[in-house]
């Protein structure tokens, strides 16, 4: 049985709405980005991680939010325009968000509740923050900005071995 986390409506950056239910993997991966943040180089480590993976399952989801120092200031355009020049994602982005506070995106409330930090924490601390979401919806794991995306490898192919 799902999670009611993979039915959250999630606004794409270039128009239309979707669940992680809509977008068929085995497993996702959910980071809250920045451009201009000391962490904003995980995009390419993003970007290689879902040209490894994705033909093996593994969904890359990037939640632009602008909430931690300012540093995803521009709008929706710039900042996919920014991602493609400069790191050539070409995974999924979606619509700038909140993850914290009182108008905090739901799949990022449903994150945190299902995965919360360090000491039973549930806000997120800062940009990059990555959330990696089983087949089912129910098995949820949290990482920290400052890990790298390849140290999250022996845990994606684990998921996608078990899917």
Known sequence: MGSPLLNVPCELIAGGTKTLADLPARAWLVVNTASKCGFTPQY???????????????????????????????????????CEFNFGVTFPLFRKVDVNGPQAHPLFLALKQQAPGLLGSKAIKW?????????????????????RPDKLEADIQALLSRS
């Open 44 to 82: 390419q480590g993003l970007e290689q991680l879902w040209q490894r993976y994705k033909d093996q399952g593994l969904m890359v989801l990037g939640f632009p939010c602008n909430q931690f120092g300012g540093q995803e200031p521009g709008a929706e355009a710039e900042i996919s325009q920014f």
């Open 127 to 147: 940009n990059f923050t990555k959330f990696l979401v089983g087949a089912s919806g129910q098995q949820v794991k949290r990482y920290a900005p400052a890990t």
